[in-house]
């Protein structure tokens, strides 16, 4: 089966796509801008990125999307993760703006926690962007050239990519320049990021395997972009 029929209806596309978005929005709000350390023997204290250790899934989930309902379908979510963004960015400001009562004592916390500054916010747009659609057709040309054999290696495949272009985008833009982020730390934590996040997709395969399984059995599929355009403008799929 090469494309979805635009008549067909998924049972538990919306379900994955609620997943998806939700991951992607809680893993910025909350991991973000912080980094880490850990001790490594041998090395030293190594620093990261917080929010390596959950935004990986919304790369694991976007997998699962592409393999199991397509491209198309997968830029449908990509499109709606970035509408997400943007929306949780303006809600932000907006709360953070408003004049606190003369009561309330927590709108230093409050702006510690949600004031991002824009170019975090930039950052973290762009790379979603741009990770998530290289992520998800390298993953459906595996797919057609590996003819749906060898799962792993796609999914691992994809995400050496996009987690690739991800961390490249966001680190520098976010943070280069910036008090405290030396150009030696923003290339470190981009490559400590992208290995992580590629390791974590490896280690989740199994897991990836299994839901992918359940999906296609129950939504009856197995879907080739062979006659997919490609672009990430094209006219989204209709669940």
Do not use: H
């Not at 393999?67 to 943007?86: K, N, P, Q, T």
């Not at 459906?140 to 749906?148: E, L, N, V």
């Amino acid at each position: 089966m090469s494309n979805p029929d635009s008549r067909q209806r998924f049972r538990y596309f919306d379900f994955v796509l609620a997943a998806f978005v939700t991951i992607l929005l809680l893993s910025n709000v909350i991991g973000a801008g912080k980094v880490a350390e850990v001790d490594l023997p041998g090395i030293g204290l190594w620093p990261f990125g917080a929010g390596v250790l959950f935004f990986p899934i919304s790369y694991v989930i976007g997998d699962v999307l592409t393999e199991v309902y397509g491209y198309a379908y997968a830029r449908r979510c990509i499109w709606a993760g970035f509408a997400a963004l943007l929306f949780m960015a303006f809600m932000a400001w907006v709360v953070v703006a408003l004049p606190p009562a003369a009561n309330w004592g927590n709108q230093a916390a409050y702006e510690a926690v949600f004031g991002q500054v824009p170019r975090i916010v930039l950052a973290s747009i762009i790379a979603f962007w741009a990770g998530e659609f290289v992520n998800s057709y390298v993953l459906a040309k595996m797919k057609i050239w590996t003819r749906g054999k060898m799962l792993w290696s796609r999914t691992i495949g994809s995400t050496v990519f996009g987690q690739g272009a991800d961390s490249a985008l966001f680190y520098p833009i976010a943070f280069l320049g910036v008090a405290g982020w030396t150009n030696e730390l923003v290339v470190q934590v981009i490559f400590t990021q992208w290995a992580i996040k590629v390791a974590w997709e490896a280690a989740l395969t199994p897991i990836t395997y299994a839901v992918v399984g359940w999906l296609k059995r129950r939504e009856g599929v197995e879907i080739f972009d062979t006659d997919t355009d490609f672009s990430p403008f094209a006219k989204v799929a209709q669940p």
